[in-house]
């Protein structure tokens, strides 16, 4: 014991000594006795509550996620709740979680320490995806909402997002103004834990058909569906929530030939079958893919455990499924939402679309291409939210998306949302095989129409104190000693939203950037690569996002023009020394 840190032991002991239960003070005193690494970790300060809420690995301690952490984060909500809502009587909450170990209990505390308050609090009877808490909130007329959720991270962790009363992730003054009440919660002692049950109303079954109701209004090819009703799709929810909503939704649009992969199906936050549960790893929809194979499917699709991610496969033109990126889906999604609304005769001219800076910018060329307005936003679907609800009742919000695998159709939910997203994907697939083509053909067409845009992300871990550091270092250097060319192509501007300015390189002018200040970098290369550069918000990294292109002339010149942009993303990793 004496090689515990004495604050750590000070930290610890409050717990033994405070108004905590029994089996809490055991588990703290193993620790103590018997790991003083875990316990290190357990009590060496407190969970941040950042700007998107909590997120930590389960277990007791001042920096893990338990019933006394949830419960102060509630609490120091519930007090900028009464602050910003003094006119209202009771303020509503609605409250939904995913799949993951504890996530019923945490949102079963959070609803009671609301409850406490006298809060009117609807809680979804059973786990719902994300989206679905979003749209309830405006639907029930919710003053803010809490999703119980870690996304994809992995089994040990779990999560909690805070909302506000337009169904969107808080963004400023909110969330920071949150995060000052929080912090003003130092003792459970000052938590209220008396719960009024009668304040606690069960929701369910009324919030899931409203919500499926507007998902159907998205349909813009009921007739393709109809001939096509067919085409087989492999559909996995990697154990989460998107089960309870997915396979009703695709039913509903009129496909008749959905294969939920059983195995993967139970709502099980160990997520036995997969490494990580996230559709962006390869491993994550090996199972379906192997399904889709011997199924001889048309398309294979999987979501994260709180469903707002999609990942999919498609065929390529010798019958192997291929992973798309996020970026590739988002093209498809876009290009096949704007070509039908165009067919539909809906455009007014006030019509727009969103997509996040380190998206790729063919989402730009396509909206161009219909003479629509698209608007660039910071990173996270929250400033995407943002936009629309400047916007509402002004112009109309037709699609919006990010490169992790996020897009958002309509606005009557306001984060991203896999469920809307599935049924609009395999609508634009059943769509293009009304043609006689794959969803793979329509990609190639559209890179033969805009030019082939490939994008990679590289994450460099820095761990710790000095990682952090290090990290932060990293981005001064790049200000203070911007590269005048990388991989031998001339960087033309440097975009800085730190500062809020882009410098063009070539003529010295400034130009003011109309963003929130955040701490990226972006450098524009003389070929029209672009290469941005970001502290992770929520891991101990620092992100490039490469995005590279290149004319398409054939089709059959996709692998070789596919293998040279793969080199010239290598070639700037190289340049950059990231390697």
Wanted: aromatic residues 10%.
């Amino acid at each position: 014991m004496e090689n515990i840190d004495q604050n750590v032991l000070k930290r610890a002991q409050a717990w033994l000594d405070g108004n905590f239960d029994e089996e809490t003070k055991a588990q703290v005193k193993k620790l103590v006795m018997e790991d003083p690494v875990t316990l290190t970790d357990a009590f060496y300060r407190d969970l941040e509550f950042g700007t998107g809420g909590l997120r930590g690995i389960m277990g007791v301690g001042t920096n893990r996620m338990n019933k006394y952490t949830v419960g102060m984060a509630t609490q120091g909500l519930a007090n900028y709740l009464k602050k910003m809502f003094p006119e209202i009587a009771p303020i509503s909450m609605a409250i939904s979680h995913d799949s993951r170990n504890n996530s019923r209990y945490f949102a079963q505390i959070s609803a009671e320490v609301l409850a406490a308050n006298g809060f009117k609090v609807f809680l979804f009877d059973d786990l719902r995806p994300t989206p679905e808490l979003s749209f309830a909130i405006r639907y029930l007329g919710c003053q803010s909402g809490i999703m119980l959720t870690a996304s994809h991270n992995p089994k040990e962790y779990n999560g909690y997002k805070a909302y506000w009363d337009d169904g969107a992730q808080m963004i400023a003054p909110h969330d920071k103004n949150v995060i000052k009440e929080v912090q003003k919660i130092t003792s459970v002692d000052q938590v209220k834990w008396r719960s009024n049950p009668e304040l606690i109303i069960p929701i369910g079954k009324e919030i899931d058909e409203a919500y499926l109701g507007q998902v159907l209004t998205l349909r813009l090819s009921p007739e393709s569906i109809a001939r096509q009703k067919d085409l087989k799709i492999v559909y996995t929810p990697l154990h989460g929530t998107g089960r309870t909503m997915i396979p009703e939704i695709l039913k509903r649009f009129g496909f008749t030939n959905v294969i939920v992969v059983e195995e993967q199906a139970s709502a099980d936050g160990n997520f036995p079958t997969v490494h990580s549960p996230n559709p962006e790893e390869h491993e994550a929809l090996n199972m379906a893919i192997q399904r889709a194979e011997k199924e001889d499917a048309d398309l294979v699709m999987a979501t994260d455990p709180d469903a707002d991610r999609v990942g999919i496969a498609v065929k390529d033109p010798s019958g192997k499924f291929i992973l798309l990126n996020g970026n590739q889906t988002a093209a498809l999604l876009f290009y096949y939402i704007l070509n039908r609304w165009k067919e539909l005769g809906r455009y007014s001219g006030k019509e727009y679309i969103i997509k996040t800076i380190v998206t790729t910018e063919l989402l730009r060329d396509i909206a161009q291409s219909f003479s629509l307005e698209y608007i660039d936003v910071l990173t996270g679907f929250k400033y995407i939210a943002d936009i629309i609800r400047q916007q509402e009742g002004l112009k109309t919000f037709i699609v919006g998306g990010e490169e992790s695998y996020g897009y958002l159709v309509g606005d009557f939910v306001r984060d991203k949302d896999a469920v809307s997203a599935c049924a609009m994907i395999a609508e634009t697939a059943a769509w293009v095989a009304d043609q006689g083509k794959t969803l793979f053909d329509l990609l190639i067409e559209i890179y033969m129409t805009y030019s082939f845009y490939k994008e990679s992300l590289l994450s460099v871990t820095k761990k710790g104190k000095a990682g952090a550091e290090e990290i932060q270092q990293m981005m001064v250097n790049y200000r203070k000693h911007p590269m005048k060319s990388i991989n031998n192509i001339k960087v033309t501007a440097i975009k800085d939203y730190l500062t809020l300015e882009e410098k063009n390189l070539e003529t010295g002018t400034t130009t003011p950037i109309l963003l929130p200040a955040s701490n990226v970098l972006q450098f524009i290369l003389e070929d029209g690569s672009v290469i941005s550069v970001r502290p992770s918000g929520t891991e101990p990294k620092i992100k490039y996002y490469f995005g590279v292109r290149e004319p398409l002339k054939e089709k059959g010149d996709f692998d070789r023009i596919n293998s040279y942009l793969d080199d010239k993303i290598v070639g700037i990793i190289l340049a950059m020394k990231l390697r």
